[in-house]
């Protein structure tokens, strides 16, 4: 018995000094080590490359680490494939972009990754440096369009979490041809007012959440493009801005469909739009079906219930056909609070391809503390439950 004992004593010890070896032998990449001046002004570019090649190189799990400090970088692309399918890219500082935007205006992207497997952005803050380029599109100059302050194409397995997003030149946060990535604590940060600075922006991807995030910006919270498909969204405030918005779609007359989109426990304050799909009003071979919309609280928001398929922002140039995109199954559950207009309901579908399927459940949302109105063209489903206003369905 008391070799037994012996034995298994034996047989902990050994299990403890190996998981303490493997933890200790995680490969460990310290920007400081390659380089990079927590400062904020000295480039720091190359440093965090070098650390990330050294991470991507490595066959066992491995960590690109920031300490605080605040890092210059100019536009950086972090590539795979790698060797290792578990990079973890922690931040504890602030990332810095350049002031003068036309350093990185033209870029497309400010921080990218792509081609990647398995890697996690933790922590830290995304300093865009985006004023001055929103100052120069308000003024009419001629401006570069900006670049996106994070962005993962073509990757699979991805979280971030917990990274604070600060003035976008253009979108936050854009995931692009990707599969199975997790979006959690995420908080964007920009003006109401600065231009195209989506929070969010998912596209051509399957299997993205988007769980307890808090979004302050100038145009969609989370925006939904075409070829998104198994998309749940859940405890996110908006606002100030544009909403939650499927598309806009149809763009293009070849256009992949978005379809089985969960959107619940979401707060909009404020903002231009609550739950949104919209559309251009041109031929299109695009979808939009197996929507659920649940739980969301609209406080003082202009639009609260929409469906645009006559999409035109500032009626400029519009196509003024009648849209190709097919909207179908969409339901509306337990959507309560306030319209900051008489219209809290609009569904103005396409005559060609009118909206089907579109089911009201307890809706109740009013305009100066009496019924709002709801307005209805080529939509067809039906009520059930309290829904104020009363339905034009």
Known sequence: MAKQQSFSLVLVILVILFTTSSSANAAQYNVLTFGAQPDGKTDSTKAFLAAWTRACESIKPATVYAPPGRFFLLNVVFQGPCKNNAILVRVDGTLVAPSDYRLTGNAGNWIFFQYVNGVTVSGGVLDGQGPGL???????????????????????????????SLNSQLYHIVINGCQNVKVQGVTVSASGHSPNTDGIHVQLSSGVTILNSRIRTGDDCVSIGAGTTNLWIEKVACGPGHGISIGSLGKDLQEPGVQNVTVKSVAFTGTQNGLRIKSWGRPSSGFARNILFQHAIMTNVQNPMVIDQNYCPDNNNCPGQESGVKISDVTYQDIHGTSATQVAVKFDCSKKNPCTGIKLENVKLTYMNQPADASCNNADGNASGIVLPSSCL
């Not at 599109?137 to 397995?157: E, Q, R, V, Y």
């Open 134 to 164: 929103w100052a120069c599109k308000a003024s009419g100059n001629n401006c570069p369009s900006g670049a996106t302050s994070l962005g993962f194409s073509n990757s699979n397995n991805i979280v971030i979490s917990g990274l604070t």
